[in-house]
């Protein structure tokens, strides 16, 4: 008897062991990742000054911020998963465009942002709305009847016409800024001496090319920290995960995408807490981020399906598969209803909070939910 219980003791103190080394192990990556997103953060917030909050958003940092994500998809796909490569990318549209915009409205819109704001004005992402409507709802078609090589190819045309459209509306922000500045300038040299407003531009200058190289550089970092520290901060939540007991339908829908979107959730709430320039990163990057999940993340599972099988794989549609897209597509669609409006603010806040606890009350029901003994 007295083994026994000794045996019981030495049981629970190793396994107390294991739990209190695979949290430490995570909190540690957990701190790289949101050290690595601060100076992203900072890198993008500065790059927005030269191409604007919309184009960062939408691209440099959207891309950034889904490298892990990225990388499960090819992993999953290259291994022959690949309900778990395109379920990861759904699940991450139903994170980020609920939990994910409602953390950002909480913080940008209350005492917890340096500078809260009433209400965010989204009228100039009126683009981005719709190309994310758009490619929910063509992703969903076309798993109908199963992913090919040919719906990859499309994919990879909406991901690129999305950015050709970010640069053409870049370049237009720019002109008109450039405009504004011409007209400041004359304006200035009706009331000053030409070498003084001169010398004011030559100075703008000089400070403007140190801060971009700085800028590059931080977000390079940032983006190589994330890179580095998402692999390993993931297996260490779901080790730790496996050690309490958590379940595989709890990890598997809640955690793992948690785990996927960190980086870009660390950097997004980082951005709402600097006031209106940076919510509107903010808000530039979720959306790019989520139209990218739509398009370039769907090719790239296709295309590692097609390594791992061959040129003609066919992702197959299943029952699991099928309404797993189904939620994630009507969640996307009442999730744009309050973003087609002018402003959004707290209310639009509390909303998608409670949409995300009701898609989690609904995936316990949903086929696949429940494994049976």
Known sequence: MKKVINLYFDGNQALLFLNSE???IMLLWLGELSFASWVLSYGAEHLSLKFGAKFVGRTLLSVATTLPEIAIVIYASAAGLYDVAIGAGLGSNILMMTLGLALMLLIATTRLSRAPLKQLDISSFKSDKLFLLGSALLSAILLIDGYNYVDGFVFVGIFV???FIAFAEMKKENKIKRENRDKDAVKAAAVKPLSSVESSFQHNVEVTNPQMIKAIMAFAIGTLGIAIGASPFIHSLQSFSVDIGVSTIVLAV??????GEMPEKISMMILARKGAAGASIAIANVLGSKVLNNSLL??????AAMYHGGFF?????????GSQMVLATSITLIALVPLFRR???LKVGVFLLALYLLSIVVQFFMPGAVVPH
């Open 161 to 163: 016409g999305y950015i």
């Open 298 to 303: 769907l090719a790239v599972a296709i295309f």
């Open 254 to 259: 809640i955690i793992s995408p948690i785990a």
């Open 313 to 321: 794989t066919i992702i197959e549609n299943n029952a699991m598969l």
């Open 22 to 24: 695979n949290l430490l």
């Open 343 to 345: 402003t959004i603010g």
